[in-house]
């Protein structure tokens, strides 16, 4: 017991002030739920000797079973997979900080998280349109839906170009913040809980449950654009 304590706490000292702070202002539902839930699912990780890596790897699996079982309808199963898998991609980064954390698996765990945070919604809605049935009546979305969906891919992958430029260009590290202050205000915590893979997360349960999905793909479609304008003039 003393030295699952201890182990628990090693997790919990790799997980620095600034990136407490960055889950913060990123979510509020990976601070207080996902990143929480990593850690013991880190220790269980550690105590059987699995490498960043291959957390990674089993992330990605179970990614991609989230993106087969919401194209294929099953509308909970998906997301709740989707939400495993935020975990997992937790777990990786846990362990790495725990022991030596590498360039090539920090690059890995970045590119398998891509492809499925991008291709989460259009998954939800070829679901949606193909197995479920739309809730609104109308004609175009009937037909359209799941290639409407890709608008929001398509933005979500500019918007990381354009990070990854800015990066690479003006050198900028960090989120982005709504100010350069140091204290967060709630307004900016409302406005960062609005959109993003783990708002996208949480809602795809809730709006299951309550029979509104649609909402959340075509709130994308919405938003990502929107996004990626404000994020390209921002400096």
Not at 213 to 232: G, Q, R, S, T
């Amino acid at each position: 017991m003393d030295g699952d304590i201890k182990l628990l706490n090693k997790i919990k000292d790799g997980y620095s002030k600034e990136k407490k702070q960055s889950d913060k202002i990123v979510s509020l539902w990976l601070f207080y739920v996902l990143r929480p839930l990593s850690f013991l699912l880190t220790s269980i990780f550690l105590w059987l000797n699995v490498s960043a890596n291959f957390a990674t790897l089993i992330g990605f699996i179970v990614g991609f079973l989230s993106l087969i079982a919401s194209s294929a309808g099953f509308l909970l199963i998906g997301p709740l997979l989707y939400n495993l898998f935020h975990v997992l991609d937790c777990v990786d980064g846990n362990i790495a900080r725990v022991r030596e954390p590498s360039k090539k698996g920090e690059y890995y765990d970045a590119v398998s998280g891509d492809f499925i945070n991008y291709f989460f919604i259009p998954s939800l809605a070829y679901g949606i349109q193909f197995e479920k049935g739309l809730l609104f009546d109308n004609a175009f979305l009937n037909q359209h839906f799941f290639h409407i969906s890709l608008i929001s891919s398509i933005f979500f992958i500019l918007t990381t170009l354009a990070s990854q430029r800015k990066k690479i260009i003006f050198g900028n590290k960090g989120i982005l913040r709504l100010n350069n202050k140091k204290k967060i205000s709630p307004y900016e915590y409302v406005f960062r809980n609005m959109f993003g893979v783990y708002t996208n997360a949480i809602f795809a349960i809730f709006l299951t449950l309550t029979g509104f999905l649609e909402i959340l793909v075509l709130f994308n479609c919405i938003i990502m654009p929107l996004l990626w304008v404000a994020f390209v003039l921002r400096n």
